[in-house]
């Protein structure tokens, strides 16, 4: 008897050992995503994505809207994914298309075609590298966005992209490019942007991969969570190897970096603590793996409990304009995911399908979920974390920009071809970027300004982009002199191209009683014009619903 | 979580008949303006003037006459005994007693980005939180939604080093400032600026090819369009492109944009202010507070519009003499022009820049000095006829009442008659306050 006990004692103390150490109230759920559940395809995922929302219909008795018509998805997910309006014959061809799957092929082909990665290089730089409207960073912007580029062509997967940036070299070797004409781009513009500072550092890449808001606990323990200054200086001390000149607002270049160092001193303070994980957890240091690289292997770590985690959650909020945790950099005990079993799958499978990024898009736009129309039954609006309706977001200056050329077919003056996806500096495209850069971060509450009311109803840009001068700009010209058109096939061909979609009766009734008595003026021409005005100047036009 | 709700939905059909009918607002404006002027209620107005690159305390507020550091310049007495500034600025020394010099800001930031983003917010920039700026507050806490000129303008700001210094931040575009006059994108303070178009708000005309009668059609389609979507989507996003195209419509047909015609002025009025873009750009205040617009700014930068004028690093007193010259002429029409209208007592004028400049020169210039430099209070709200604060003999350091800048912030507000503990909810879901946790305003140069 006394042995068994003896031996169970025993058993007990080693199940205690082998453990690990319980989650701390706040942490996020499993310690591990694991290898619990199998791969799902990217049907089998959207299907489960749909089964999780709609089990919480259930629960708080809510009436989902209806999916959305093809009108309203293809102009949703050629924004989100390509980052402008369909092109007309695009739409036309959608429109057509009788087969069951058209959805699903439709974002197959977007993901494929070069859009994908424009756009979404330009969505990463935002979030790395926010500020358009420094002139310092205006230079610097591209570079970070053609290095993007680069990677999202080839599909690079997610982690290697992170790691790419987290031990991305941070002094320039100035004898290596001279007298080359280009050079290929990387991710330095980050560290730049960041002041090559190991604090600022520190609280950027926690931020944007981890899904983790440290910076208050820079100066004191945070008032909310549950870091202290101590930990988040062991994180910063990841990037103490970087020194720049005293003084030197470190915008270029840094003068050194020290591979291996790995500690630092809490600025104030006399202080010095060494490089630790955020859980606490030792680096195991090795011979000639620098300090920013065992960094890079604890991030992008398939058991890392944040990184894929704080992926999903981006790439969610991304579609749907609210994150399942909301705001999305600060998952905490106050604020948990909407629906945590989702997020736990969504991080799940995106590492077992070695976080590709175009997989797990695929999932969420393949799912009905995303294709919930933005339209409401009623005033009384359902919370939105519900995802019964879709959220209105608002359009980036680029979108609007981007969707603007496309609806008019507008001439670019003295453009380069290849130069449509990046801000240069000086050009049109820069100057309306400027203009409508909307500093706000919630996406689902996008506000116009008067100023860029002024510049949609009179601004040279949309003036010249609804000229009847074919020589400015090809939508409208074209239009106006097909003369097999009648005056509602040319509302309607305005329609389509503005707004991806065919006039409802009524509307179609009003403006075609409007064009054929040509305005206040009797000119057919000018009313024409008129109407793309109005279209090009609406909420359905600026917004992506 | 719940943003300020936009206004209440607007009657379209009357607007659009107010802009199409017009002229029964012209003279309206100017009338009501002189009303307001007098009326008791009137609620206060802000005039920033900012002096773009930190402007040299020692040879402008705080003059240190008879020691090591002095300068080149002497001071004089103002109309108050005992008050003394430079001698480069006489006119505005007829203003003492409507002044409240403090000579103790203390900051730690000596960079001009995040100096600049500190004194305009109120707070250090962190992370993803989108400060607004203290003209957003004052946009957002005495501004009017139904005024047709927007509650914060900007003139000719230099935006570079801090964007967002300049921006309603989590406020919202609703508050963001109407920019005229933008040099931004001119580093060097030559060149000159056609101030007179300078001044003017872009894109407030249609283009020339779009006649009147197509211009209200356009608008009167546009109500149609917007009345059905709104209708199947009742989120913030669509009202506030309403409420945008509301004002920015009412801008155009009303009289409200002809506040922006600094041509109208007498020529000796203009004279007297000075041929400039800063000393237009005040008259251009003026104007615009006699409308009732709450919060005006003016950036005094280079001498004639962009650059970092006040970083004086090298040939300090030239520069800051002709600074000085520009600057004096134009805040004392301003006070002179305010005065006669009886608005001074409902307008305060504060006078900053990013940080001061160090006491002792290195070389023929002043570098960067964020530990003991000066702003100045005055009009509405301001016990004048005072300097507040004290450096040392040196000027290295504050000796007197150091001031933050969460106290200065809270002060303003308080001359505003705004409650500066005020929380507004943040972007990232906490609730932040107009000046930071702790500061309370300075009750000695409070009226």
Request: aromatic fraction near 8%; proline fraction near 6%; include cysteine.
């Amino acid at each position: 008897m006394r042995c068994a006990r003896l031996w169970l004692v025993g058993l007990g103390v080693l199940a205690v050992v082998v453990a690990p150490p319980p989650a701390r109230a706040g942490d996020p759920a499993p310690a591990s995503p694991g290898k619990q559940s199998p791969a799902l395809s990217a049907e089998k995922l959207a299907e489960r994505i749909d089964a999780l929302i709609e089990a919480k219909w259930r629960e708080k008795d809510i009436r989902p809207s209806p999916l959305a018509d093809d009108g309203e998805f293809l102009r949703r997910l050629s924004l989100d994914v390509g980052g402008r309006i369909p092109a007309v014959m695009d739409a036309r061809q959608f429109f057509g298309d009788k087969s069951p799957e058209k959805r699903r092929k439709a974002v197959d082909k977007l993901l494929d075609s070069p859009l994908y990665s424009t756009h979404f290089a330009a969505v990463w730089r935002s979030l790395m590298v926010p500020d358009n409207n420094n002139p310092f960073l205006q230079g610097n912007g591209p570079q970070l966005e053609a290095w993007l580029k680069n990677r999202l062509r080839e599909n690079t997967h997610y982690d290697k992209m992170v790691r790419e940036v987290l031990t991305a070299p941070v002094v320039l070797d100035r004898q290596a490019m001279a007298g080359r004409t280009s050079v290929e781009p990387t991710p330095l513009p980050f560290y730049q942007a960041q002041e090559m500072k190991p604090e600022n550092l520190a609280a950027a890449t926690s931020r944007l991969f981890l899904g983790v808001k440290l910076e208050c606990a820079q100066c004191h323990n945070h008032p909310f969570a549950k870091w202290k200054r101590d930990q988040f200086w062991e994180y910063a001390a990841f990037f103490a190897g970087i020194q720049t000149p005293p003084g030197q607002a470190g915008f270029v270049t840094a003068t050194n970096d020290a591979a291996d160092k790995r500690e630092i001193k809490i600025s104030g303070t006399d202080k010095v603590v060494q490089a630790r994980f955020l859980d606490r957890g030792e680096p195991k240091w090795q011979d000639k793996v620098s300090t920013r690289q065992t960094l890079a292997d604890w991030v992008t770590s398939v058991d890392n409990p944040y990184f894929a985690r704080a992926a999903a959650n981006r790439l969610w909020a991304h579609f749907f304009g609210l994150g399942l945790v909301e705001p999305v950099d600060e998952e905490s005990e106050d604020n948990r995911p909407s629906h945590p079993e989702l997020l736990d799958e969504l991080a799940r499978q995106f590492v077992l399908h070695d976080f590709d990024m175009k997989y797990l898009i695929r999932a969420i736009t393949y799912s009905k979920a995303y294709q919930r129309s933005s339209v409401a039954e009623s005033a009384d609006v359902p919370d939105p974390r519900l995802f019964s309706r879709m959220s209105i977001k608002g359009l980036t200056a680029e979108q609007l920009y981007d969707s603007i050329v496309e609806a008019t077919r507008y001439k670019e003056p003295g453009q380069i071809a290849n130069a449509r996806g990046f801000v240069t500096p000086g050009g049109a495209r820069a100057e309306f970027v400027s203009r409508f850069s909307n500093h706000s971060d919630k996406r689902t509450e996008f506000q116009t300004s008067i100023l860029q009311a002024l510049a949609l109803m009179n601004g040279q840009f949309v003036s010249d982009a609804t000229s009847t001068d074919i020589a400015k700009s090809e939508t409208l010209a074209g239009i106006i002199d097909a003369p097999w058109m009648k005056t509602p096939e040319k509302v309607e061909a305005l329609y389509l191209a503005a707004l991806s979609r065919k006039p409802r009766a009524a509307e179609l009734e009003r403006l075609v009683k409007y064009v054929d008595r040509g305005g206040p003026s009797g000119d057919k021409d000018k009313a024409l014009a008129d109407v793309f005005w109005v279209l090009l100047n609406s909420s359905e036009f600026i917004l992506n619903h | 979580m719940a943003r300020t709700p936009s206004l209440s939905r607007r009657d379209w059909l009357r607007l659009a008949s107010a802009g199409v009918i017009g002229t029964s607002m012209s003279g309206w404006l100017d009338v009501l303006a002189a009303d307001a002027a007098k009326h008791p209620q009137r609620k206060r107005s802000c005039i920033l003037l900012w002096m773009n690159g930190g402007p040299s305390q020692t040879d402008t507020f705080d003059l240190k006459p008879g020691h090591a550091n002095a300068g080149e310049f002497k001071p004089i007495t103002t109309n108050v005994p005992g008050l003394q500034i430079s001698e480069h600025l006489p006119k505005i020394a007829k203003f003492g007693d409507r002044m409240a010099i403090v000579r103790s800001m203390s900051t730690k930031e000596g960079d001009h980005s995040r100096a600049t983003f500190l004194m305009r917010t109120g707070y250090l920039p962190q992370g993803p939180i989108q400060y607004p700026s203290i003209g957003a507050h004052v946009a957002h806490e005495l501004g009017s939604d139904d005024a047709a000129l927007p509650n914060a303008v900007a003139i000719a700001p230099y935006t570079v080093f801090a964007p967002g210094g300049y921006g309603p931040g989590f406020l919202g575009p609703k508050y963001a400032p109407l920019i005229v006059g933008d040099t931004s994108n001119q580093f060097q303070a030559g060149g000159q600026v056609d101030y007179d178009q300078s001044l003017k708000v872009k894109d407030l005309a249609p283009p020339k090819e779009v006649s009147d009668a197509h211009a209200d059609a356009r608008i009167d389609l546009l109500k149609d369009m917007e009345k059905d979507f709104v209708a199947r989507h009742p989120d913030v996003s669509p009202q506030s492109h309403l409420t945008a195209y509301d004002r920015a419509i009412r801008l155009m047909r009303t009289d409200a944009a002809k506040a922006f015609n600094v041509e109208d002025e007498k020529g000796e009025v203009r004279d007297r202010y000075g041929r400039n873009l800063f000393g237009q750009g005040c008259l251009l205040a003026r104007r615009l507070v006699e409308r009732g617009v709450p919060f005006v700014e003016v950036t005094l930068g280079g001498l004639n519009g962009g650059g970092l004028g006040w970083d004086t690093h090298a040939d300090n007193f030239n520069q800051v003499k002709r600074l000085s010259e520009v600057l004096d002429p134009a805040w004392a029409a301003l006070m002179t022009d305010l005065k006669e209208r009886g608005l001074l007592d409902t307008t305060l004028i504060v006078w900053m820049g990013e940080f001061g400049r160090t006491p002792k020169l290195e070389g023929n210039g002043r570098n960067h000095f964020p530990n003991a430099w000066t702003t100045v209070l005055a009009g509405g709200g301001i016990k004048g006829g005072q300097a507040y604060g004290k450096t040392s003999a040196d000027g290295m350091s504050v000796e007197e009442n150091a001031v933050s800048v969460p106290t200065f912030i809270a002060t303003v507000c308080a001359a505003l008659g705004i409650d500066s503990t005020k929380q507004n909810q943040s972007n990232v879901g906490r609730p932040i306050r107009i000046a930071d946790v702790g500061a309370k305003p300075i009750k000695e140069v409070l009226a």
